[in-house]
């Protein structure tokens, strides 16, 4: 079966410093992979999609950046992080066949102060 | 640009009863549309989809109506039971390679005992 990994679940970070959020998938081969964010109050907001290694599509223009270093590894970064960067942060992925289904992981809860 | 809008924020229901949640879209060129469930600090689940072609799609005691003349689309839920209380997201996607998807702003239900 497939399962979605996301760390760290919580992180609390100053103004200014770097992020990296990872997301690993298992149990499956090229999906496709998401990076949304759930402001506080607010709805999903999707971030970036990959389709494969190394291909990525910005869905807004941000602070923040991704990678696909791998299959199954999409990355989440900032150099310099804002205050109103802070969010809840959801990994998804798709087998990217005929489906829209997407399944999400635990998520990241980032705090900057 | 909110191309996905559920309107309401939240929706108080007793339990047993029906609770009906409501989604109005702009791009007529979705392929799907989705609900997904949402407990706090976790990530969405799937809950059920319709295809464009479709104008219901029922699983269990959940059922997605889709209105394409009115792009609106409706999730009933019958009976309604206390661990449906949740953030409910209505989705839409449409084929561009990934399967890109667009969130509303999500409907809180509180189904009371």
């Known amino acids: 079966s497939q399962t979605i990994h996301q760390w760290p679940a919580t992180l609390v970070q100053p103004v200014g410093s770097p992020l990296s959020l990872e997301c690993t998938v298992e149990g499956t081969s090229n999906p496709n992979l998401y990076w949304y964010r759930q402001a506080a109050g607010r709805g999903l907001q999707l971030l970036f999609y990959s389709v494969g290694i190394g291909q990525i599509s910005s869905e807004v223009p941000q602070n923040l950046s991704a990678s696909r270093p791998q299959d199954r590894q999409f990355i989440l970064s900032s150099k310099k992080l804002l205050l109103s960067d802070s969010g809840f942060y959801l990994c998804?992925?798709?087998?990217?066949?005929?489906?829209?289904?997407?399944?999400f992981g635990p998520g990241t809860r980032l705090t900057v102060l | 640009d909110q191309q996905v809008k559920q309107n309401s924020p939240s929706l108080s229901v007793q339990e047993g009863r029906i609770s009906i949640l409501n989604c109005d879209y702009t791009n007529s060129m979705f392929d799907y549309f989705l609900w997904y469930k949402k407990y706090p600090a976790e990530g969405p689940t799937f809950l059920i989809s319709?295809?464009?072609?479709?104008d219901k799609n029922e699983d269990g005691r959940f059922t997605v109506f889709l209105n394409k003349s009115a792009k609106h689309l409706s999730l009933h839920i019958v009976p309604s039971q206390p661990g449906d209380s949740a953030v409910y997201f209505c989705?839409?996607?449409?084929?561009?390679?990934?399967?890109?998807?667009?969130f509303g702003a999500g409907t809180r239900l509180f189904v009371k005992a």
């Open positions: 989705a839409a996607s449409k084929n561009t390679g990934g399967f890109k998807t667009i």
């Open positions: 319709i295809s464009s072609i479709k």
């Open positions: 998804a992925w798709n087998p990217g066949l005929r489906t829209d289904t997407q399944y």
